[in-house]
């Protein structure tokens, strides 16, 4: 009997060894078509949870229009949603644009063509897509040079096209590839081959001009190279012109949002406020590029690119990488979020991304290869990290405090966490605590601040001690040095009355 | 043992750091200094240095404490003063350096007193420091710093009995020297690699034939 038991608890130790170190871990990792990581204070890669995990894919052919099917989708360029919800996507080489409903499962529209002072005209290859407040469609009609805006029953409202003005260059040809929409109807354009910034044009149409001009900064050494080649040399080198932008995207309060590619890896995404300046945000390290660690020579090193941003809520933004297929996720103070996605073929893994988007917890990347859309649900991690960061960006620190813990139990590397913590701490004048919290999130602006206050403390408790201390110390010193100069003064005399 | 670390002898590194000029006259020509002590010296900085940078506070010190290893900076920090003492000897004694290599060690040695009193102290002020008060930190670091380079200066002028401006040049040189000693280093290590694996090669040849 007693032997037996023991026998039976050996089996369930061992079980739960097995279960403990083996498989069970295994196969989670198993299940993930790609790292999910993120860089700490010393930018060392930490690997963390996933925040969102891939949850199937929608291509043409399972959709149902009109009693068809939709086909194959053919090198889809674009995706945006529209205000109540469903999903827009434009099938460039199918020269149609297709409308699905909040979960993907119908199709609401096919537009293939409409009506232009009535007679039927059709799209050319559209690359970007966007929907506007008033529901209204804008079509970036890329191979025939236009910007074609449909009202919500599909009607021609207006047709952009020719953009004239003194700022561009003769004979320019207007291709326009990614489009976007503020609150005032204004449009903001990425142009083929424009690399002096986003066009802008008034909700009328007309072309106001550039914003968020890229400067290209020349090294002191390409100067030199540049001023040792010869003409015909130079000819030859690569021109310094400005990347262009990949992505846009517009907030609620029309802050534009600007992805570009970015070769030094430092800053891929530009927030562009009404005058076309850079007001983004950028964390402790001083990096919004993506990767922070790329470095070699294979066709998967280098800086990652950028393709595509997609603005989500609360501050929060990701970032789309066509180079390693990932996803960045920042918030408003730029601090990297997490880290998911990656290339391959399995299934959850890209091969061309090339747009991102989100809708509730939800968020979906179009592959122009694959030419599907894949989705991506949030796991507990994802949505503590986003609910506490959108409790912060409201003021709510100490809110946020709870959800921050909750992370720590699944990730208790995450910095962002501590720091969380710890400022809920500072603020509620928990100096010792705060410090604590904030040296393990490596935040060392605000473990300043709660040192100095915990200082500030301790110093006013023992002001007392320390100065009646000080007191008492000098007039020791000055006491005892005069019984030592006497004692040794009389010594000395005395040594005199030796000699 | 006591002939080198006497009380006399460490008391006079603390007279030497006070005296930089009188000391090392003195370690040249009534031989006040200790090698041992100046080894010791140089295995204090050595360990200080690793002390700073594990556990200086994260305001002033980004370096993951992960990749700090005392050992090997221990190593890299004896095989610098090796190479700095012989590098220093070889182009002295050509220069009509009146300094020992004994000399030239002693003065390096007591050199790194001042470095190894400013990296503690800095280290234990850093704790107490906030965001904005780094100042503080890097002052002692620099006064120490140069403070000791001052003295290794100055120490190799005295025992060489050199001006100013030479002692300068045969510092450049020592650097050259040192570059040289390097080279021909990595040279043998090159061949002896070279030798073993062709004896290796015959006795694998042999293993397999025989």
Known sequence: ?499 | MNKYFSSDKIKYVFYTVSHPVDGYYWIRHSDKGSVPLAIVLVILFSFSFSFNRLFSSFVVNEIDPRTVDSLIELGGVLLLFVLLCVSNWSVTCLMQGEGRLKDIAIAIGYSTVPFIVAMNLATIVSLYIADGEEAFYYLILVVGIAYGLIMMLLGIMQVHNYSLAKTLLTLILTLVAAFIIIFIGLLLVDLMNKIYSFFYSIYIELVFRV
């Open chain 1, 1 to 499: 009997m007693g032997l037996s038991r023991k026998f039976k608890q050996m089996v369930l130790l061992f079980v739960a060894f097995i279960n403990v170190l083996g498989p069970s871990s295994v196969a989670l990792a198993n299940q993930l078509p790609y790292d999910t990581y993120n860089y700490n204070f010393y930018e060392d890669i930490v690997y963390t949870p996933a925040a969102y995990v891939p949850s199937g894919s929608i291509s043409g052919t399972q959709l149902i229009y009109e009693g068809e099917s939709l086909g194959v989708l053919s090198n889809p360029q674009d995706i945006c949603k529209t205000p109540s919800g469903n999903i827009v996507i434009a099938d460039t080489g199918n020269h149609r644009i297709i409308i699905l409903n909040k979960d993907m499962t119908k199709v609401i529209k096919v537009i293939k063509d409409f009506n232009n002072m009535n007679e039927l005209d059709s799209f050319m290859s559209p690359y970007g897509v966007c929907v506007s407040k008033k529901n209204e469609l804008y079509i970036a009609d890329t191979f025939n040079n236009r910007i074609v805006v449909l009202d919500q029953d599909y009607n021609l409202v207006k047709i952009i096209k020719d953009p004239t003005s003194e700022i561009l260059e003769d004979g320019y040809v207007f291709s326009p590839l990614k489009v976007s929409v503020d609150y005032a109807d204004r449009i903001y354009c990425i142009a083929q081959n424009m690399f002096e910034g986003i066009m802008v044009f008034e909700n009328t149409g007309d072309f106001i001009g550039f914003i968020g001009t890229i400067e290209v900064e020349i090294s002191l050494w390409e100067k030199f190279w540049k001023r040792v080649a010869t003409k015909e040399e130079r000819s030859n080198q690569r021109l310094f012109i400005p990347t262009e932008f990949t992505g846009i995207d517009i907030d609620d309060d029309g802050f534009v949002y600007a992805s570009n590619i970015d070769e030094g890896g430092e800053q891929a995404i530009r927030r562009l406020n009404p005058r076309g300046q850079d007001v983004i945000k950028k964390g402790e390290n001083e990096n919004l590029g993506g990767d922070l660690w790329s470095i070699g020579f294979s066709k998967y090193a280098g800086a990652s690119q950028i393709t595509d941003v997609v603005y989500r809520q609360k501050g929060m933004y990701s970032l789309l990488d066509r180079k390693r297929g990932r996803i960045f996720t920042y918030d408003h103070e730029g601090n990297l979020l997490y880290i998911f996605g990656g290339l391959g073929t399995q299934a959850g893994t890209f091969v061309t991304p090339v747009a991102i988007e989100n809708i509730g917890d939800t968020i979906i990347v179009l592959d122009a290869y694959r030419a599907e859309i894949l989705t991506f649900t949030e796991t507990e991690y994802g949505s503590l990290i986003n609910n506490a960061v959108a409790l912060r960006y409201d003021g709510d620190e100490t809110e946020a405090v709870e959800l921050w813990r909750k992370v720590l139990t699944l990730d208790e590397n995450n910095e962002l966490a501590y720091v969380g913590i710890g400022k809920a701490y500072l603020s509620s004048g928990d100096y010792e605590n705060a410090m604590d919290y904030l040296r393990k999130g490596m935040n060392s602006e605000f473990y300043s601040i709660a040192f100095r206050r915990y200082r500030n403390e301790v110093l006013k408790e023992n002001m007392n001690f320390l100065l009646t201390g000080g007191v008492i110390l000098v007039i020791a010193i000055v006491a005892g040095r005069r019984i030592y100069r006497k004692k040794k003064g009389l010594a000395k005399e005395e040594g005199l009355l030796n000699e």
